[in-house]
């Protein structure tokens, strides 16, 4: 009996060893990257569905997926095929487990820079400003023509805007999503 409870112990040290180490690791993720982990609202999620830019024919490539509710969400309410990439193993983890629940979407462990961007008819980010230039580039030269991309919070000046979409008209200094059509 004591070596079963030992076993048992030591099963669950490893566990919480494991996750503490998940979390270090995505912290210093963070911390090198200096990228915090900011959350869509899901007030704002809902008024991106409502808009109709994105249906059920559409594939969302989530760049800086985090936890995966955006995805989660947008899933829900348009249900679109998405796929989320993610950097910090702490945060795609719980994204993992919010898309174990569904078919229409997945998480993906990877650096979205690493990726191939020919594929989605939607890219989203929300990502800080100084991530952007680079991701500027990688737009430039592999998304299709007429792919949406869909930036929260920040502009992406060098693309041709569609549409902006405020899903907080009373508040003036709220986040915007702003619609751009990839044109050649």
């Not at 669950?12 to 915090?36: D, E």
């Not at 900011?38 to 991106?48: E, G, N």
């Not at 193993?89 to 993906?108: I, Q, T, V």
Request: charged fraction near 20%; charge should be positive.
């Amino acid at each position: 009996m004591l070596n079963f409870i030992l076993i048992i112990v030591y099963i669950v040290l490893g566990l919480v060893s494991l996750a503490a180490l998940g979390l270090l690791m995505s912290f210093l993720v963070l911390l090198i990257l200096r990228v915090p982990f900011v959350r869509t609202p899901k007030t704002a999620i809902a008024a991106l569905a409502q808009s109709g830019l994105i249906t059920e024919k559409d594939l969302v490539y989530d760049l800086g997926a985090g936890d995966g509710k955006f995805l989660q969400e947008l899933v829900r309410a348009t249900n679109c095929r998405a796929e989320g990439f993610e950097l910090s193993p702490f945060f795609w983890f719980l994204g993992e487990l919010r898309a174990a629940k569904s078919k229409k979407w997945k998480m993906h462990l990877q650096n979205f820079l690493q990726i191939d961007l020919s594929e989605p008819t939607v890219i989203f980010t929300f990502l800080a400003p100084a991530g952007l230039p680079t991701l500027m580039h990688k737009l430039k030269n592999e998304a299709k023509p007429g792919t949406l991309i869909i930036s929260y919070g920040f502009e992406l000046k060098e693309l041709h805007l569609v549409k902006i979409i405020d899903p907080q008209p009373e508040n003036p200094t709220g986040s915007k999503f702003y619609i751009y059509k990839k044109m050649v």
